[in-house]
């Protein structure tokens, strides 16, 4: 199915609940998006790795345009690679809505998110549980989206690092004390009861990939995540 303009929310008060296509059945990636759909979804979050910025090998351009063509759903695309803005334009060609680069990745950051906004998608940043805010602090004008990795990342069903909620809370602040509307996300370890703990701490989009696509009953799932 060819996209229609999916929903976006439209301020970061909104709670927002993205899937990781990592946690799914990869013999059948159409059916299991439409699943995730119909049980809520309202982003799908699809990790793209390269065994060079982290250790394991997930996908690339290709699925993301199988998942845009096939489903009619926002595509939150992270790039865990070494160096994104060599491979940004067929990110961006394959139908990626948002895409998300790291801050430690080999490239300059403001241009790579300048790129992003320019091709007409929303642009986001992420930092490794290590990384201070510092690190992202001269950049927090130019992001629709700041992701906090709640665990290391490279490979699914980590346990979240509670540590990493002190860092949650001072993006929020810096977020108010700059008058920023950028979404604060997190992905790793994220069930119910951590996504409540995310939430308070000031963060609104829900990266869970285990807890939905592998539970008993998808469509429970979020909504108890949504709800926390």
């Known amino acids: 199915m060819v996209r229609i303009n999916p929903v976006i929310p439209k301020n970061f008060q909104d709670r927002v609940i993205a899937p990781s296509l990592l946690a799914a059945d990869f013999s059948c990636?159409?059916?299991?998006?439409?699943?995730?759909?119909?049980?809520?979804?309202?982003?799908?979050?699809?990790?793209?790795?390269?065994?060079?910025?982290?250790?394991?090998?997930?996908?690339?351009?290709?699925?993301?345009?199988?998942?845009?063509?096939?489903?009619?759903?926002?595509?939150?695309?992270?790039?865990?690679?070494?160096?994104?803005?060599?491979?940004?334009?067929?990110f961006i060609a394959a139908g990626s809505d948002l895409i998300t680069v790291h801050v430690e990745s080999d490239h300059d950051v403001a241009e790579t998110l300048k790129r992003i906004r320019e091709a007409g998608c929303q642009a986001g940043l992420a930092l490794n549980p290590a990384t201070p805010i510092d690190a992202v602090e001269p950049f927090l004008g130019d992001i629709d989206l700041l992701l906090c990795m709640t665990v290391v990342p490279g490979f699914g069903g980590q346990a979240f690092m509670p540590e990493v909620l002190e860092k949650i809370t001072a993006a929020t602040q810096l977020r108010k004390s700059r008058g920023l509307q950028y979404h604060i996300e997190v992905d790793g370890g994220i069930d119910a009861a951590t996504a409540a703990r995310c939430y308070t701490a000031?963060?609104?989009?829900m990266v869970a990939g285990s807890s939905t696509f592998r539970a008993p009953d998808m469509a429970t799932a979020i909504r108890n995540i949504r709800n926390a």
């Open 29 to 90: 990636i159409r059916d299991e998006t439409s699943r995730a759909i119909r049980a809520g979804a309202d982003w799908m979050h699809l990790d793209v790795m390269d065994g060079h910025f982290v250790e394991n090998i997930s996908f690339g351009p290709a699925v993301v345009q199988a998942v845009h063509e096939s489903n009619d759903i926002f595509l939150d695309v992270h790039l865990m690679i070494s160096r994104p803005d060599h491979y940004l334009d067929a």
């Open 202 to 205: 000031g963060a609104n989009v």
